[in-house]
Structure formats: structure tokens, C-alpha cells
């Protein structure tokens, strides 16, 4: 019955939520049609999206975004760095290949996404069977580096949060 | 006038990164490489605008959280983006030596034959 309910608990409190910060002004009335909304979107939209992506940790995503918060604005200053200061022909960017250990395409999505979001590194592709990821970085002296920091930093922390 | 001093070092420092992102697109040489320039103005740039304007909301009028909103959409669909224009670059590349390989043998999403 719940489970007919709510498909998709998670999307139920986003949706009431980005109401609430759509109306921009906290009343009654607006958590109570917010959760109207929450409700009858996710049973109308049920049938494009069967499969509920499971989150067994959701609480540590708050972490995961203070730590990328803080990531994009160390990374943001070195780079600024880097275009201001250095010369082109004194960069050395590289294609570095991160093999995967997630395989929920949700936790992929994500790092792909923080990968992106952190300036000097830009994911570009997926390897077609889906076990590795293409990312471009801006100056790498050392590629190894840089993938070894994707996956200790970002990709252990999506693990615990997703599988 | 501290709070207005917080807002002009905020809108200062957005200035700023949103500038430097447009001289690395201005200065970098390769395509990818200059993919790198405004990822940086649509994150710490846009973010620290909308910071500003949250920051005056609260200090000023009744407050305002449209901004995190905006912010949060801004990094939802700035990564697709980004993606999009790197895929176009990787389609160029198709047949040249350039990429780098797979340990497995296996082949990239955006250049495999299927």
C-alpha cells in the first residue's frame, strides 16, 4: 500500500521541497499543496520510471556535498592559477582512464557529474561495457595521481552512499 | 556596512572567476582544455553572484532562497552540457591514436562501431 503510495519516497520530499523554495515564502499552505504535488507526480510519472534507484545511506550525501562544495573552490583558485600564470606549452593535459567499481548508473552519474563540477578535470565518456570513465585534465603531470584521487576522494564516498 | 562589505567581496570574487573562465577560453589552445574555462565560471563564479544576492535578500529585504534553487539546477544540468561538448570533440577524434586506451581492449561509448 505505501509502496503504491509513494514509488518514489525520495522524489515525494525533493518535490515538496523545491515547492517550498519555489514559493519562496514558508506558510501552511504551501507544505500542504507542496505534498499534494509530491504525492500525484510521482504516481503519474510511475510508468516512465519503473525501476526506484535504491540510496541505502542517504544521509551521508550531505557530507559528500559539503566535501565537493569545498573541493570546487580549492580546485576553482588552482586553476585560476594555472590559466593566469602558466604558459601553454608549459601544461601537460592528459586523457586519464578511471576504472569503476560503482555500477548504479545514479552513483555514475554523480561522479561524473562532481568530476566535471571540480575545475581541471572534465569526464568525457563512458567505456561502452560501463566499467571505466574517460576524463580529461587540464594540466597532469602525473595521470595516475589524478585517477587515485577520484577514487579514493569522490568514488569511495559514492559507494557507501549508493551500494 | 559589514554586510555590504561581505556583498561587494562576494560580487567582486564572482566578477572574477566568471573573468578568468573566459580568458582561459580565450587562452588555452586545445579544444578540450578550453572545455575547462567555464566550468569554473558556472560553478564558484555563478555561485558566488547568487551568494551576494542571497546574502542582500537577508540583510535587506525578507529573504530569499530562489538562489539556492537556481544554484542547484545550474549544477544538475551544467555537467550534461559539458559532457555534450566533449562527446562532439571525442567523435572527432574517431580513428586517431590520440585517446587514451583501455586496458581491457575494449572500446569508448562515443567511438565504439556498434
Known amino acids: 500500500m505505501a509502496g503504491k503510495l509513494f514509488p518514489h519516497p525520495l522524489l515525494t520530499a525533493l518535490l515538496i521541497l523545491i515547492w517550498c523554495l519555489l514559493v519562496n515564502e514558508f506558510r501552511l499552505g504551501t ?3 507542496g505534498t499534494i504535488l509530491g504525492v500525484l507526480i510521482p504516481i503519474a510519472t510511475h510508468a516512465y520510471w519503473p525501476d526506484r534507484p535504491r540510496v541505502p545511506r542517504p544521509w ?12 570546487i573552490i580549492v580546485a576553482n583558485i588552482h586553476v585560476a592559477f594555472i590559466v593566469l600564470f602558466k604558459r601553454n606549452s608549459d601544461m601537460s593535459p592528459a586523457w586519464v582512464v578511471v576504472p569503476l567499481d560503482l555500477r548504479t ?26 566499467l571505466a570513465l574517460l576524463v580529461h585534465a587540464l594540466d597532469a603531470p602525473d595521470p595516475d595521481a589524478v585517477r587515485d584521487e577520484i577514487k579514493q576522494r569522490y568514488e569511495r564516498r559514492l559507494l557507501e552512499i549508493f551500494e | 556596512m559589514l554586510i555590504d562589505a561581505l556583498i561587494a567581496a562576494l560580487l567582486l570574487s564572482g566578477a572574477f572567476f566568471t573573468l ?57 544540468t551544467a555537467p550534461i552540457s559539458g559532457n555534450f561538448i ?10 586517431k591514436p590520440d585517446l587514451a586506451v583501455l586496458p581491457q581492449g575494449d572500446s569508448w561509448a562515443s567511438t565504439s562501431r556498434e
Not at chain 1, 551521508?60 to 573541493?71: G, K, S, T
Not at chain 1, 568530476?115 to 581541471?120: A, E, F, S
Not at chain 2, 573562465?21 to 558556472?42: C, D, F, Q, V, Y
Not at chain 2, 566533449?86 to 580513428?95: C, D, I, P, T
Request: charge should be neutral.
Open chain 2, 20 to 76: 578568468v573562465g573566459s580568458i582561459g577560453l580565450l587562452k588555452l589552445n586545445s579544444p578540450m582544455s578550453r572545455l575547462h574555462g567555464p566550468t569554473k565560471a558556472s560553478t564558484l563564479g555563478v555561485g558566488s553572484l547568487l551568494m551576494a544576492s542571497m546574502v542582500r535578500a537577508f540583510a535587506h529585504d525578507d529573504g530569499s532562497l530562489h538562489e539556492v534553487l537556481v544554484m542547484a539546477f545550474l549544477f544538475v
Open chain 1, 105 to 130: 548508473p545514479e552513483a555514475i552519474t554523480m561522479l561524473a557529474g562532481t568530476i566535471t563540477l571540480t575545475p581541471g578535470t572534465v569526464s568525457a565518456d563512458l567505456s561502452a561495457d560501463g
Open chain 2, 86 to 95: 566533449a562527446k562532439v570533440h571525442l567523435h572527432k577524434l574517431r580513428g
Open chain 1, 60 to 71: 551521508r550525501l550531505a557530507v559528500y556535498v559539503a566535501i565537493v562544495i569545498w573541493d
Open chain 1, 31 to 33: 507544505l500542504v499543496f
